[in-house]
């Protein structure tokens, strides 16, 4: 949700803001802008992706070795040329961008409207940096009129603010929306997120919320915006460059799709414990009591990550035999909800950052549940605000549509399940039989992902129809909501997904000849029921795609199509189950000719509520 990068060093500045927004793009990517000093404030910003700025700018004449970028998903303002980001003071002497939301801009807008400030744009973000020009006006001081602009703010920034008065400084601060400090040699980069960072450095610093840093080239300082200097730890960062380029694929998102036999092994790297038939998850060690006595368990999360956490509930429900409820993080939020202090609260997320989840954990932590995370991204803010959690290690995922990270939440969610049962009531011969199941795993889903041909061929039954819908039972009826949720977001086809049964009271109405369905219907023990639902859609010339257990025969006389996966224990089918739908999605969007890791309207991490 919005990208933001700044630089301050000895090279030039240019290159290095647009490599990095380049990075960042897949945090929005409505309209895109640079503000560099030489001297001068040179502010340039353009409607649409990073390319389009880039075609309009002239770098011979945006020179300066100190100098901020921002890509933009929109929020208070149409995507436009005036609405993009860098936003200057009307004197054009400050430029700032600005990742979030100002609840409070209207109010101080009107209030600086009445002292003669006008505004161009229809931005929040316009709004504070006019703030911060009318206290610099009165305090003399860049810094504190930065500070006081900030505490005046009621919402979310992540900010880099960079002023003519200042030549060779940038400002930076976070509340609620992340920022990473790259400490270089002599020189730093302030970004979103580390993966515009790597390249120059691998030393990093993540600021806190409230906390802000003042970066010259050859210091820097830490501080809260109430003016108190803090040390903040420096981190490594734990992925390489080549985690995040595509290398050799057309879209990150077939390279994150082929890449889940991998990143399904790195979740499950050393968590195995063969000896003892059970599961070892370091990042639990200090809540095992808690997690072994809890009452209840309840995931929070939104997006695919609400779909692992319904897949979550099946599992640890029937294997670990703990009540779970499962929350939209948005819904929970507000909700007032009636939480024990025996309860387990564990938020899923990939990024770590998708603020509804954020907002609903702080609130399940106020409740003084316990609260874990599922987070894939490495010192994200979920990840270290929650009391405990296990990392997912699926590395960087790009692709707006989420793939492999879906998969690796399953397989921390199945580890976590594994470890639970263990302590609670399943016997040592049950264990071994799934660690069994998990270790050939990896290889099952390189297996399924050869197929791949064979998903694409049939991609154009989907690819020229306006509605598809997804049915699915027990464990794999998320599995329907998440094959459904890949085709809206990168193909625009409407698309639903349905507990299979649940299709005759509604979404039977829908099919026609025209209506392809796509089942998820592997050999277990509700089988014969979802055979059932098949032939209700046949009898009323529904197209059946079917996702199917290799070696079942009897469903390619009832399916158009009939994609087959390998058996594997039914708690694990999901993750092969969802890669088809996977591919599905990619292929339709392709012949569809959308943009797939760049769908329309859509970021990957959602910093505003
Ligand atoms: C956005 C992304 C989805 C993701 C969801 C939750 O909507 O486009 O792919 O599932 O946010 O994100 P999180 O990072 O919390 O898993």
Same mark, same amino acid.
């Given at each position: 949700?919005?990208?933001?990068?700044?630089?301050?060093?000895?090279?030039?500045?240019?290159?290095?803001?647009?490599?990095?927004?380049?990075?960042?793009?897949?945090?929005?990517?409505?309209?895109?802008?640079?503000?560099?000093?030489?001297?001068?404030?040179?502010?340039?910003?353009?409607?649409?992706?990073?390319?389009?700025?880039?075609?309009?700018?002239?770098?011979?004449?945006?020179?300066?070795?100190?100098?901020?970028?921002?890509?933009?998903?929109?929020?208070?303002?149409?995507?436009?040329?005036?609405?993009?980001?860098?936003?200057?003071?009307?004197?054009?002497?400050?430029?700032?961008?600005?990742?979030?939301?100002?609840?409070?801009?209207?109010?101080?807008?009107?209030?600086?409207?009445?002292?003669?400030?006008?505004?161009?744009?229809?931005?929040?973000?316009?709004?504070?940096?006019?703030?911060?020009?009318?206290?610099?006006?009165?305090?003399?001081?860049?810094?504190?009129?930065?500070?006081?602009?900030?505490?005046?703010?009621?919402?979310?920034?992540?900010?880099?603010?960079?002023?003519?008065?200042?030549?060779?400084?940038?400002?930076?601060?976070?509340?609620?929306?992340?920022?990473?400090?790259?400490?270089?040699?002599?020189?730093?980069?302030?970004?979103?997120?580390?993966?515009?960072?790597?390249?120059?450095?691998?030393?990093?610093?993540?600021?806190?919320?409230?906390?802000?840093?003042?970066?010259?080239?050859?210091?820097?300082?830490?501080?809260?915006?109430?003016?108190?200097?803090?040390?903040?730890?420096?981190?490594?960062?734990?992925?390489?460059?080549?985690?995040?380029?595509?290398?050799?694929?057309?879209?990150?998102?077939?390279?994150?799709?082929?890449?889940?036999?991998?990143?399904?092994?790195?979740?499950?790297?050393?968590?195995?414990?063969?000896?003892?038939?059970?599961?070892?998850?370091?990042?639990?060690?200090?809540?095992?009591?808690?997690?072994?006595?809890?009452?209840?368990?309840?995931?929070?999360?939104?997006?695919?990550?609400?779909?692992?956490?319904?897949?979550?509930?099946?599992?640890?429900?029937?294997?670990?035999?703990?009540?779970?409820?499962?929350?939209?993080?948005?819904?929970?939020?507000?909700?007032?909800?009636?939480?024990?202090?025996?309860?387990?609260?564990?938020?899923?997320?990939?990024?770590?950052?998708?603020?509804?989840?954020?907002?609903?954990?702080?609130?399940?932590?106020? !409740? *003084?549940?316990?609260? /874990?995370?599922?987070? @894939?991204?490495?010192?994200?803010? #979920? &990840?270290?605000?929650? =009391?405990?959690?296990?990392?997912?290690?699926?590395?960087?995922?790009?692709?707006?549509?989420?793939?492999?990270?879906?998969?690796?939440?399953?397989?921390?969610?199945?580890?976590?399940?594994?470890?639970?049962?263990?302590?609670?009531?399943?016997?040592?011969?049950?264990?071994?039989?799934?660690?069994?199941?998990?270790?050939?795993?990896?290889?099952?889903?390189?297996?399924?992902?050869?197929?791949?041909?064979?998903?694409?061929?049939?991609?154009?039954?989907?690819?020229?129809?306006?509605?598809?819908?997804?049915?699915?039972?027990?464990?794999?009826?998320?599995?329907?909501?998440?094959?459904?949720?890949?085709?809206?977001?990168?193909?625009?086809?409407?698309?639903?997904?349905?507990?299979?049964?649940?299709?005759? !009271? *509604?979404?039977?109405? /829908?099919?026609?000849? @025209?209506?392809?369905?796509?089942? #998820? &219907?592997?050999?277990? =023990?509700?089988?014969?029921?979802?055979?059932?639902?098949?032939?209700?859609?046949?009898?009323?010339?529904?197209?059946?795609?079917?996702?199917?257990?290799?070696?079942?025969?009897?469903?390619?006389?009832?399916?158009?199509?009939?994609?087959?996966?390998?058996?594997?224990?039914?708690?694990?089918?999901?993750?092969?189950?969802?890669?088809?739908?996977?591919?599905?999605?990619?292929?339709?969007?392709?012949?569809?000719?959308?943009?797939?890791?760049?769908?329309?309207?859509?970021?990957?991490?959602?910093?505003?509520?």
């Amino acid at each position: 949700m919005c990208g933001i990068v700044g630089y301050v060093g000895p090279k030039e500045a240019l290159p290095i803001l647009i490599n990095g927004l380049k990075r960042l793009e897949y945090r929005g990517y409505d309209s895109a802008g640079v503000a560099l000093l030489n001297g001068e404030l040179t502010i340039k910003k353009k409607a649409g992706k990073v390319s389009d700025l880039e075609s309009v700018l002239r770098p011979e004449t945006l020179q300066g070795t100190v100098g901020i970028g921002h890509t933009r998903w929109a929020t208070h303002g149409e995507p436009n040329d005036t609405n993009a980001h860098p936003h200057s003071d009307q004197r054009g002497e400050i430029a700032l961008i600005h990742n979030g939301v100002i609840e409070n801009y209207a109010a101080i807008k009107k209030t600086l409207e009445s002292e003669g400030y006008t505004f161009h744009t229809q931005t929040d973000t316009e709004v504070l940096v006019q703030l911060v020009r009318f206290f610099y006006d009165r305090v003399g001081s860049m810094e504190t009129a930065f500070r006081q602009a900030l505490k005046q703010v009621v919402g979310t920034y992540g900010v880099a603010m960079l002023s003519k008065m200042e030549p060779g400084r940038i400002y930076a601060a976070r509340n609620g929306s992340p920022l990473a400090l790259g400490i270089g040699d002599g020189e730093y980069v302030v970004a979103s997120d580390a993966s515009a960072i790597v390249q120059h450095t691998r030393q990093v610093i993540y600021l806190g919320d409230r906390e802000m840093a003042i970066l010259d080239r050859d210091r820097y300082v830490t501080k809260t915006i109430d003016d108190e200097v803090v040390n903040k730890q420096i981190e490594e960062i734990t992925f390489d460059i080549e985690q995040i380029e595509r290398g050799g694929y057309d879209h990150f998102m077939l390279k994150e799709i082929f890449e889940q036999p991998e990143t399904i092994r790195n979740a499950m790297r050393g968590r195995l414990n063969l000896e003892e038939s059970t599961v070892r998850l370091g990042g639990l060690r200090t809540v095992t009591n808690k997690l072994r006595d809890a009452r209840r368990i309840i995931i929070l999360g939104c997006g695919t990550s609400w779909h692992a956490g319904l897949v979550g509930e099946y599992m640890l429900e029937q294997i670990a035999g703990i009540p779970v409820e499962v929350e939209y993080a948005s819904e929970f939020r507000y909700r007032d909800p009636i939480l024990y202090k025996d309860d387990i609260v564990i938020a899923i997320s990939q990024s770590g950052e998708t603020a509804d989840t954020l907002a609903a954990l702080r609130e399940a932590k106020r !409740h *003084g549940a316990t609260t /874990l995370g599922i987070v @894939n991204v490495v010192g994200s803010s #979920i &990840a270290r605000e929650t =009391d405990a959690g296990v990392y997912s290690h699926a590395g960087p995922e790009i692709g707006v549509a989420s793939t492999k990270a879906f998969t690796s939440q399953l397989t921390v969610l199945s580890l976590m399940t594994v470890m639970l049962a263990r302590m609670r009531r399943m016997g040592a011969a049950e264990g071994a039989h799934i660690l069994k199941a998990l270790t050939e795993l990896p290889e099952k889903v390189e297996y399924t992902l050869a197929r791949a041909e064979q998903v694409q061929k049939i991609a154009h039954e989907i690819a020229s129809t306006q509605n598809a819908l997804y049915l699915g039972r027990g464990y794999n009826f998320p599995v329907a909501l998440e094959g459904a949720l890949k085709l809206k977001e990168i193909s625009y086809i409407h698309a639903e997904g349905y507990p299979a049964a649940e299709m005759k !009271h *509604g979404p039977i109405a /829908l099919i026609d000849a @025209n209506m392809p369905v796509v089942f #998820i &219907a592997p050999k277990d =023990d509700i089988y014969d029921k979802i055979v059932t639902n098949i032939q209700e859609v046949r009898a009323r010339s529904g197209r059946v795609i079917a996702i199917a257990t290799e070696g079942d025969t009897r469903i390619e006389s009832l399916a158009e199509h009939v994609i087959y996966v390998p058996e594997t224990h039914p708690f694990l089918s999901p993750i092969l189950n969802v890669l088809p739908l996977q591919l599905l999605s990619y292929y339709v969007a392709l012949q569809r000719g959308c943009n797939v890791d760049q769908p329309r309207n859509l970021a990957k991490s959602v910093t505003v509520e």
